[in-house]
């Protein structure tokens, strides 16, 4: 799966483990926690795999991979397409 991230000209506010952003095309702002605001900062330099996101983010938070709970990623992936921050497409579709 493909994750390409939608949220174009993001304005981000860091304090301790809480990420507030703000999306000045919805007017919308959100509050994510490291995990989420990761998984966004891993696609500002493009479209990447699930796996390969799902590695970053490990490595963004300190833990080992494959430490990140598959439903904990996949949840925050799923909030982040509700929110029309990304999109998830399959490998095949996107190449």
């Known amino acids: 799966m493909i994750l390409i ?3 174009r000209s ?3 506010q ?3 483990d809480v990420f507030v952003v703000y999306q000045p095309s919805s007017a919308e702002t959100h509050v994510f926690n490291e995990t989420t605001a990761w998984i966004l900062r891993s696609l500002e330099q493009g479209p990447q795999t699930a796996r390969r996101v799902k590695e970053a983010v490990e490595l963004a938070l ?5 430490d990140l709970g598959a439903n904990d990623f996949a949840f925050a992936v799923w909030r982040l397409e ?3 921050l990304l999109v998830c497409r ?3 579709v996107a190449a």
């Open 5 to 7: 991230s939608t949220g």
């Open 10 to 12: 993001l304005i981000w």
């Open 14 to 16: 860091h304090w301790d």
């Open 62 to 66: 300190g833990i080992g991979n494959g």
């Open 82 to 84: 509700e929110l029309g």
């Open 90 to 92: 399959e490998e095949a």
